[in-house]
């Protein structure tokens, strides 16, 4: 889907009607998690090499980062489904593009993955109607949510970090279908341990911080809800979305991120074989799969 939205323009109607289309869609989160990975071994974080089925390919990506001209030139050379090949070259067009680099260490290890795992099979999802949260999306990464979080972790005595890992986790990131694989349960794993933080420790809390964030975020959710409410902006969604009015309170449910440190929160058929999935991306020698042409 990914190469076939690249030619998306600015315009409104464009953009929300992409917006639905990908809505529609469960959610693959590990070239995420792989990139996250790869770009903070970059920057010299080497507690992300901790299990040798995983090291291996961080570390290709990693490469790729400090030498992104040879690597696009090997991935391109691994892609042989037409697939394959659209993926890795919208992947390679939006790496030009620029962006954060984490962000673009995602779409490097987004091309890997396509040509080293093959693409996953896309399956439409039924429609379900869901209020829109506002206060979620003032999170981490908008200045009120910043603020929002301090105060938060102030009042409760919650260390910043801890907190804002546990909001992303657990809020942030939540999505209606999420079947992504062993790479972003890894690096989210990784990522809690940094903090101090286990799965379950950091559900408990987000569970017990949450209701204190919405608390801090109440008027600034309702202003833009209020701005979301105007003629103009209602018209633009009502004619190009499916009906999804902001609201201010909204039911939560117990579904959250697949827990990274236990298996059994899985349905059987889920459950992530690490083996095997070590085995599937050893397919070729990996110093003749990932270096040849690119070391």
């Known amino acids: 889907m990914g190469a076939e939205l690249n030619t998306l323009t600015r315009d409104f109607a464009s953009v929300s009607a992409v917006l639905e289309r990908v809505a529609a869609y469960p959610k693959y989160k590990d070239a995420a998690g792989l990139g996250a990975m790869a770009y903070a071994l970059a920057e010299g974080e080497t507690t992300v090499c901790s299990d040798p089925a995983f090291d291996a390919h961080i570390r290709i990506i990693k490469?790729?980062?400090?030498?992104?001209?040879?690597?696009?030139?090997?991935?391109a050379g691994q892609a042989h489904s037409s697939d394959q090949q659209q993926l890795v070259e919208a992947a390679r067009r939006g790496h030009r593009r620029g962006g954060w680099p984490w962000d673009r260490a995602f779409m490097q290890a987004a091309a890997y993955l396509a040509v080293i795992d093959g693409l996953p099979e896309r399956?439409?999802?039924?429609?379900?109607?869901?209020?829109?949260?506002?206060?979620?999306?003032?999170?981490?990464?908008?200045?009120a949510g910043k603020i929002?979080?301090?105060?938060?972790?102030?009042?409760?005595?919650?260390?910043?970090?801890?907190?804002?890992?546990?909001?992303?986790?657990?809020?942030?990131?939540?999505?209606?279908?999420?079947l992504s694989g062993v790479w972003f349960r890894h690096e989210t794993a990784w990522r809690l341990r940094q903090v101090g933080l286990t799965y379950d420790a950091a559900s408990e809390l987000w569970q017990r911080a949450w209701p204190r964030v919405y608390e801090l975020l109440t008027s600034e959710a309702a202003t833009l809800t209020a701005h979301l409410a105007t003629d103009t902006v209602l018209s633009k969604v009502q004619q190009n979305l499916d009906p999804c009015l902001p609201q201010v309170a909204f039911a939560r449910s117990a579904q959250s991120v697949p827990d990274p440190e236990s298996s059994e929160r899985l349905a059987p058929e889920e459950q992530p074989d690490r083996n095997n999935y070590a085995a599937q991306s050893l397919h070729a020698p990996l110093e003749q799969l990932a270096f040849e042409g690119f070391s």
């Open 148 to 178: 929002a979080l301090r105060q938060a972790a102030t009042q409760l005595r919650i260390p910043p970090r801890q907190l804002a890992w546990a909001s992303f986790y657990f809020e942030s990131a939540r999505v209606n279908a999420d």
């Open 63 to 75: 490469q790729a980062i400090e030498r992104p001209e040879a690597f696009w030139a090997w991935v």
């Open 123 to 143: 399956q439409a999802l039924p429609t379900v109607p869901l209020a829109c949260p506002v206060w979620v999306g003032i999170d981490k990464h908008t200045p």
